[in-house]
């Protein structure tokens, strides 16, 4: 268990004093208009000239007018106080706090009315199956299976977890997952009008849980839908001592509706190793097209002292992309293929 609330000061913060405030790639009026942004917003300071400012707008750099915006020294961001409980093999086997999926292990197991033996089969469940555990007693677990609850022994459950804890390097590995985006911060829009930052907050959870699993310590940047400067979360990772530390992003190229795959991006060569490992774990569990491994000179990276990469993790822009990202089972995939990289780098 980890209680975190402490405040960390940082540079300069850009308020905009006006509504409708022009975003340009440049400092001047004749760069490529890219948005806009409104009275009472605020952004990371990135640099400046006489006349303009750059923000951190949706992860990359905009530049604003100087004459409609703020510029306040020392911001104090507030870490949010952070109750996440972290496992260890007690946790796991006997308290479970949130719900997770659990793949059955055995070839055959029957999913009961009530917690005993006597109660009525609702259904059997077969290798494979994935069953969302939602309580656990002594004796059973509370499941639901294809929108059915009932119970299966909670026996079950601790051999695979124990299997699981024997046999993965993730056990006791600090993993800092960071959802891109968030709050006013929608990040990109997808063909059916959902938002990047949901996509990537889900993802980030359903890794979570799944690394929890094999005992890893994670610790997500944001949990909820909030705005959140870029730096202070590569300083979560620094400040938790990652081993890992994980920006999840979804792409979108809107002209270019076709585009489709995914990236894995690093910023030290240190990393090259990390990103390599990863990227080959998604790639072999979702299948998805292959847009390699490249440098990326995000903000994000630059500030974290960890280990770090930032996936982007299919188009929005893709319709069929956009519904199998949406699917939970493609979730699953990307989730896997993380965690085989994951280990594959921890083994090497
Ligand atoms: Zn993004």
């Given at each position: 268990m980890l209680t975190l609330s402490q405040s960390i000061s940082f540079a300069k913060v850009v308020s905009i004093d006006v509504d409708e405030l022009r975003v340009r790639t440049?400092?001047?009026?004749?760069h490529e208009l890219i948005g806009h942004v409104n009275q009472g917003e605020q952004y990371t300071f990135l640099d400046e000239t006489d006349e303009w400012v750059a923000i951190d707008y949706n992860g990359g750099t905009g530049w604003v007018s100087r004459d409609y915006v703020t510029i306040t020294d020392d911001q104090t961001v507030t870490i949010p106080s952070n109750s996440d409980t972290t496992s260890d093999d007690t946790n796991n086997q006997n308290n479970i706090s949130s719900t997770f999926d659990f793949k059955i292990p055995v070839d055959k197991l029957h999913l009961r009315e009530a917690a005993t033996t006597e109660s009525e089969i609702l259904s059997i469940l077969t290798k494979g199956d994935s069953v969302v555990v939602l309580e656990q007693s002594n004796d059973w677990v509370k499941v639901n299976f294809q929108d059915t609850e009932g119970y299966i022994p909670s026996w079950i459950l601790n051999e695979q977890i124990k299997i699981n804890l024997n046999q993965t390097p993730l056990r006791n590995k600090v993993i800092v997952i960071d959802p891109g985006h968030g709050g006013y911060d929608v990040g990109a829009i997808s063909v059916?009008?959902?938002y990047e930052k949901n996509f990537a907050l889900n993802t980030a959870k359903h890794l979570q849980d799944q690394l929890e699993l094999l005992g890893a310590k994670v610790h997500l940047t944001r949990s909820d839908d909030y705005y959140y400067a870029l730096t202070p979360r590569a300083i979560l990772a620094n400040y938790h001592g990652a081993d890992v530390f994980l920006s999840i992003h979804y792409n979108s190229e809107p002209q270019y509706p076709s585009a489709n795959g995914i990236n894995t991006y690093y910023r030290k060569s240190a990393d090259l190793a990390l990103a390599e490992f990863v990227h080959q774990g998604i790639l072999e569990t979702t299948k998805a097209n292959d847009r390699g491994v490249l440098t990326g000179d995000y903000l994000v990276l630059r500030n974290s002292k960890r280990p770090s990469l930032l996936l982007e993790?299919?188009?929005?822009?893709?319709e069929s992309e956009e519904m199998l990202i949406q699917s939970p089972g493609y979730q699953d995939d990307i989730s896997r293929g993380i965690i085989i990289g994951l280990e594959n780098y921890f083994y090497n």
């Open positions: 440049g400092p001047s009026t004749a059916h009008n959902n993790l299919g188009f929005l822009s893709n």
